[in-house]
T-cell receptor, first 119, second 112 residues
Framework: GAVVSQHPSRVICKSGTSVKIECRSLDFQATTMFWYRQFPKKSLMLMATSNEGSKATYEQGVEKDKFLINHASLTLSTLTVTSAHPEDSSFYIC???????????????FGDGTRLSIL | SQQGEEDPQALSIQEGENATMNCSYKTSINNLQWYRQNSGRGLVHLILIRSNEREKHSGRLRVTLDTSKKSSSLLITASRAADTASYFCATLRGSSASKIIFGSGTRLSIRP
């Protein structure tokens, strides 16, 4: 079945560091990918929708300059947490939707997440 | 808030018992989906029920949908220890129903 690979799975770094997380669709093309953030024992909160070849669409309250998203190809989207601080520590999950258009019944596949810890 | 509501927030049952989780949502939908998340992992799609369906089965899973009440339930029959996970309902939002928005989730624990 369709696989989404997310890398790295875990990052521990010092405050002020910028961290890049990659999300790849391995056996399908994805014009749209999504980035979620999840706090412990909480649900996934959609941060932004990443569109291949165009700017990402951010949800209300998400800082564009803090969370940089690049979707340069049909199989890769990256999320960069710039100048990370302890409050940015969280579990970040990406997902990719197969195909284009007719969204309502297109399957969405999730990566295994990245646990980011900022010291 | 992005989220719909799910109840219970946490559920602990004995292995072999049935587990029922409920989800309520606020907007009209084309379909509703249920996902499972093992601790510290990504989400796995379990089942999709369309708005014109009332019930759907997949193995030990049974999902119901009541669009008049804007609610859905997920029943896991004959639970197993491996069913321990968090379960989320999800609906599509935004222009062209392009975004999946998750409910608050139910943490299910199966006692051996």
């Amino acid at each position: 079945g369709a696989v989404v690979s997310q890398h790295p799975s875990r990052v521990i770094c010092k405050s002020g560091t910028s961290v890049k997380i990659e999300c790849r669709s391995l056996d399908f093309q994805a014009t749209t990918m999504f980035w979620y953030r999840q706090f412990p024992k909480k649900s996934l909160m959609l941060m932004a929708t990443s569109n291949e070849g165009s700017k990402a669409t951010y949800e209300q309250g998400v800082e564009k300059d803090k969370f940089l998203i690049n979707h340069a190809s049909l199989t890769l989207s990256t999320l960069t947490v710039t100048s990370a601080h302890p409050e940015d520590s969280s579990f970040y999950i990406c997902s990719a939707r197969e195909g284009t258009g007719g969204y309502s019944n297109q399957p969405q596949h999730f990566g295994d997440g990245t646990r980011l810890s900022i010291l | 808030s992005q989220q719909g509501e799910e109840d219970p927030q946490a559920l602990s049952i004995q292995e072999g018992e049935n587990a029922t989780m409920n989800c309520s949502y606020k907007t009209s939908i084309n379909n509703l989906q249920w996902y499972r998340q093992n601790s510290g992992r990504g989400l796995v799609h379990l089942i999709l029920i369309r708005s014109n369906e009332r019930e759907k089965h997949s193995g030990r899973l049974r999902v119901t949908l009541d669009t008049s009440k804007k609610s859905s339930s997920l029943l896991i029959t004959a639970s197993r220890a491996a069913d321990t996970a968090s379960y989320f309902c999800a609906t599509l939002r935004g222009s062209s129903a392009s975004k999946i928005i998750f409910g608050s989730g139910t943490r299910l624990s199966i006692r051996p």
